[in-house]
């Protein structure tokens, strides 16, 4: 058996074609994960000790466990409860519950950067609690954020591979099918793994820059862009 | 709903997949943290050349879905003259993606001792290996143990995947009982409360090792004011914990205390 990579040439476009799912799905399961990290730590600051617990345990089930298994229970144990989800949302679904549970944690850790004067300041204005939350805590908390909000991007569109075990047909099983075509396994596989590196070193990318500018101090950044328009 | 009668027939079943699991899963983490060593002297070694070659690798590898690289292995050893069982593709898919993962994390502990260390060190006329082991090594363990953690949790979580070419692991034994009984729900649940436990213990293991080994790790606990509080803090803690923590923390205060830069951002972990 030897490497030709000119057998699988013809097979490029079609698997770069099968990229608009995998990033589709990626990209529903990071808002769907960002919208329920949102939920999850508004919840949690309502301090009511039983929805605390659950969430608790929901969290540390859903990190304690694979995420090809919580995508079996999404496709498989949601049509028993009469939730009949077809294979994309159901793994969208799962993907953007796992998201969630992560995201929540950072966010977490980002309420932690934020100082205490700022609510203090908010709450002497006389603003209400969604003002307070709307437009002081959570533009700065995106802000520190959305690194991480990068990064988990990159965690979730190696987890769309997953789907291809439900048989959502994203860029996994795309090369899947065709392999089981043409027998050419390794090649086949060599070229989605490199549509998968450059989107998401692309996206690694975009985090490490978003980190930098995160550590500058904002005054310091905001000179900077003054002076040079 | 959930049928006892079933309970023993497929209890070896999952049993045995527990214990494969088990096995892959801590033998990749051992595997990895070995080959990691290397790879992370590379990456920090003198030559350029090589360091670029293994931030390369380092990089690929990281940015691949773990079943994209697990048949790549599996599919390439043939390539270079083995035809590997399926589950001897995992384990070496399994310990090759740890590795990528753990070198990155000793790169970065090895970049968060301070340069100043080094300096002193080398002032001192101290040789490498002291260096190595006695000044640099202990300090990176409080910055490397917490990701450590979560790169391991993280290889027992993609040894599931092992499931899709046919190894018989937890996952793959539970849909095979699944298929044959069609008792969805109490599989899945046993399967998930199985890998959970495997998941607490890792997690427990590491954070012993953590704790019995770090120096100067103190905690760093928010006092918030009530006002704040409000917003910001998810639980409501108990008035006199933090100070207690505090307190303790000062009082273990190891001659050596290095105050290492916030920890403010990097610690969150699954």
Same mark, same amino acid.
């Given at each position: 058996?030897?490497?030709?990579?000119?057998?699988?040439?013809? &097979?490029?476009?079609?698997?770069?074609?099968?990229?608009?799912?995998?990033?589709?799905?990626?990209?529903?399961?990071?808002?769907?994960?960002?919208?329920?990290?949102?939920?999850?730590?508004?919840?949690?600051?309502?301090?009511?000790?039983?929805?605390?617990?659950? =969430?608790?345990?929901?969290?540390?089930?859903?990190?304690?466990?694979?995420?090809?298994?919580?995508?079996?229970?999404?496709?498989?144990?949601?049509?028993?409860?009469?939730?009949?989800?077809?294979?994309?949302?159901?793994?969208?679904?799962? =993907?953007?519950?796992?998201?969630?549970?992560?995201?929540? &944690?950072?966010?977490?850790?980002?309420?932690?950067? =934020?100082?205490?004067?700022?609510?203090?300041?908010?709450?002497?204005?006389?603003?209400?609690?969604?003002?307070?939350?709307?437009?002081?805590?959570?533009?700065?908390?995106?802000?520190?954020?959305?690194?991480?909000?990068?990064?988990?991007?990159?965690?979730?569109?190696?987890?769309?591979?997953?789907?291809?075990?439900?048989?959502?047909?994203?860029?996994?099983?795309?090369?899947?099918?065709?392999?089981?075509?043409?027998?050419?396994?390794?090649?086949?596989?060599?070229?989605?793994?490199?549509?998968?590196?450059?989107?998401?070193?692309?996206?690694?990318?975009?985090?490490?820059?978003?980190?930098?500018? $995160?550590?500058?101090?904002?005054?310091?950044?905001?000179? $900077? $862009?003054?002076?040079?328009? | 709903?959930?049928?006892?009668?079933?309970?023993?027939?497929?209890?070896?079943?999952?049993?045995?997949?527990?214990?494969?699991?088990?096995?892959?899963?801590?033998?990749?983490?051992?595997?990895?943290?070995?080959?990691?060593?290397?790879?992370?002297?590379?990456?920090?070694?003198?030559?350029?050349?090589?360091?670029?070659?293994?931030?390369?690798?380092?990089?690929?590898?990281?940015?691949?879905?773990?079943?994209?690289?697990?048949?790549?292995?599996?599919?390439?050893?043939?390539?270079?003259?083995?035809?590997?069982?399926?589950?001897?593709?995992?384990?070496?898919?399994?310990?090759?993606?740890?590795?990528?993962?753990?070198?990155?994390?000793?790169?970065?502990?090895? /970049?968060?001792?301070?340069?100043?260390?080094?300096?002193?060190?080398?002032?001192?006329?101290?040789?490498?290996?002291?260096?190595?082991?006695?000044?640099?090594?202990?300090?990176?363990?409080?910055?490397?143990?917490?990701?450590?953690?979560?790169?391991?949790?993280?290889?027992?979580?993609?040894?599931?995947?092992?499931?899709?070419?046919?190894?018989?692991?937890?996952?793959?034994?539970?849909? /095979?009982?699944?298929?044959?009984?069609?008792?969805?729900?109490?599989?899945?649940?046993?399967?998930?409360?199985?890998?959970?436990?495997?998941?607490?213990?890792?997690?427990?293991?590491?954070?012993?090792?953590?704790?019995?080994?770090?120096?100067?790790?103190?905690? /760093?606990?928010?006092?918030?004011?009530?006002?704040?509080?409000?917003?910001?803090?998810?639980?409501?803690?108990?008035?006199?914990?933090?100070?207690?923590?505090?307190?303790?923390?000062?009082?273990?205060?190891?001659?050596?205390?290095?105050?290492?830069?916030?920890? /403010?951002?990097?610690?969150?972990?699954?």
């Amino acid at each position: 058996m030897t490497l030709d990579i000119a057998v699988v040439l013809p &097979e490029v476009p079609r698997l770069l074609a099968a990229c608009v799912p995998t990033l589709a799905v990626a990209a529903a399961a990071l808002l769907a994960g960002l919208a329920g990290a949102l939920l999850l730590t508004l919840l949690r600051l309502l301090k009511f000790a039983p929805l605390s617990a659950v =969430i608790g345990v929901l969290t540390s089930a859903v990190f304690g466990t694979p995420p090809l298994l919580v995508i079996f229970v999404s496709y498989y144990v949601l049509p028993l409860a009469g939730i009949d989800l077809p294979p994309l949302a159901a793994g969208t679904l799962a =993907i953007g519950l796992i998201s969630a549970c992560f995201l929540a &944690e950072v966010m977490r850790a980002g309420l932690a950067t =934020i100082p205490d004067g700022q609510v203090e300041a908010g709450v002497a204005l006389g603003l209400r609690g969604h003002a307070i939350w709307g437009r002081i805590i959570l533009p700065q908390l995106l802000r520190v954020m959305a690194p991480n909000i990068v990064n988990e991007f990159t965690v979730v569109v190696k987890a769309t591979a997953l789907l291809s075990a439900i048989t959502v047909t994203e860029l996994m099983r795309t090369a899947q099918q065709i392999y089981a075509v043409n027998y050419r396994p390794l090649e086949t596989l060599l070229v989605a793994a490199a549509i998968y590196a450059a989107v998401n070193l692309a996206a690694s990318a975009v985090a490490a820059f978003l980190d930098r500018s $995160r550590s500058r101090p904002r005054s310091a950044a905001g000179a $900077r $862009r003054r002076s040079t328009s | 709903m959930i049928d006892v009668d079933l309970a023993p027939a497929y209890a070896d079943l999952l049993g045995r997949g527990y214990l494969l699991t088990v096995a892959i899963s801590f033998g990749a983490i051992v595997f990895a943290l070995f080959l990691a060593v290397p790879l992370a002297m590379l990456r920090l070694g003198a030559s350029a050349k090589l360091a670029w070659i293994a931030v390369a690798l380092v990089e690929a590898v990281r940015s691949l879905p773990f079943l994209v690289f697990l048949l790549l292995v599996h599919f390439s050893m043939p390539l270079i003259g083995y035809r590997t069982p399926a589950w001897a593709s995992g384990l070496i898919a399994l310990s090759l993606y740890g590795a990528a993962y753990f070198s990155e994390a000793l790169r970065a502990a090895y /970049r968060a001792v301070s340069r100043g260390q080094l300096e002193a060190a080398a002032a001192l006329g101290l040789s490498r290996t002291v260096v190595l082991f006695r000044v640099i090594g202990p300090q990176m363990v409080a910055p490397f143990a917490p990701v450590a953690r979560v790169n391991a949790i993280m290889l027992l979580k993609e040894s599931a995947v092992l499931s899709i070419i046919t190894v018989p692991e937890l996952t793959h034994a539970s849909l /095979r009982i699944q298929a044959e009984t069609f008792a969805t729900v109490p599989t899945w649940i046993t399967v998930a409360l199985l890998y959970w436990s495997i998941t607490a213990a890792l997690a427990t293991l590491f954070t012993r090792i953590e704790r019995g080994l770090s120096i100067g790790a103190h905690r /760093r606990s928010v006092r918030r004011s009530e006002v704040a509080a409000r917003y910001l803090d998810l639980a409501p803690a108990p008035a006199s914990s933090g100070e207690r923590r505090n307190a303790a923390a000062v009082l273990q205060l190891p001659r050596s205390t290095i105050s290492r830069g916030k920890s /403010r951002h990097g610690t969150v972990g699954r």
